[in-house]
């Protein structure tokens, strides 16, 4: 298992994927509609921009400033004023509902790999499908395997599985995972017609 993980293909940004929940958790949020390195390296941007990653502060950050701040040159995201919201919203969760510790998520009270998957379902901009994504993630490259993770997970904890940013470790994996999506979205869009 990697310690460090190579999400971005940055080593600064993966190290801070790699050493801070929160980054983790923001680089999964800012998954969609842009690639996959873009997601993830968006926490490195805001964390150069704030001076680090600070969840109680960007949740009590003036909206509009922290807003400035992921729309800034280059921006955290193609949307950076839906993302920072929901940043913001992420952030203003985690310090209501578990003190500030984005790790207690998936340790507090020693949950199960469902009870991991509701608790992250529970999160603003975190839908079924991202809970799970971030589950695999979670146990395929962070060592983080509640009972049940990979049934909780779906496909995405299949051993062996290249469907998401969960099963990228390497240039290799990611070209991959974009394969498989790219063969999943002309499977579907050849199902509609």
């Known amino acids: 298992m990697a310690t ?35 997601a993830f390296a968006g926490p490195k941007k805001i964390a150069d921009r704030l001076g680090g990653l600070d969840v109680y502060r960007i949740a009590d950050m ?19 004023k839906s993302m920072g919201q929901r ?19 998936w340790t507090s009270g020693d949950p199960g790999g469902k009870e991991v998957l509701k ?17 695999a993630l979670l146990g395929k490259q962070r060592g983080v395997q509640p009972e049940g993770w990979r049934e909780a997970a779906g ?9 998401s940013i969960a099963d990228v470790v390497d240039s290799q994996s990611l070209h991959e995972v974009r394969e498989f999506k790219k ?11």
């Open 183 to 193: 063969a999943a979205k002309a499977a579907a869009k050849a199902g509609k017609k």
């Open 62 to 80: 003036d909206p509009d400033e922290f807003i400035e701040v992921c729309s800034r040159p280059p921006a955290v995201h193609r949307f950076p």
């Open 119 to 135: 608790r992250l379902k529970a999160l603003p901009g975190y839908g079924d499908q991202k809970a799970r994504i971030f589950l």
């Open 87 to 105: 940043i913001q919203a992420l952030c203003a969760a985690i310090v209501a509902e578990y003190d500030g510790d984005t790790a207690a998520i």
């Open 4 to 38: 460090t993980l190579n999400l971005v293909g940055d080593p600064d940004a993966d190290a801070l994927l790699s050493e801070n929940s929160l980054a983790l958790l923001i680089g999964m949020l800012l998954d969609q509609q842009v690639p996959m390195e873009t």
């Open 155 to 163: 496909a995405y904890g299949d051993e062996g599985a290249r469907r």
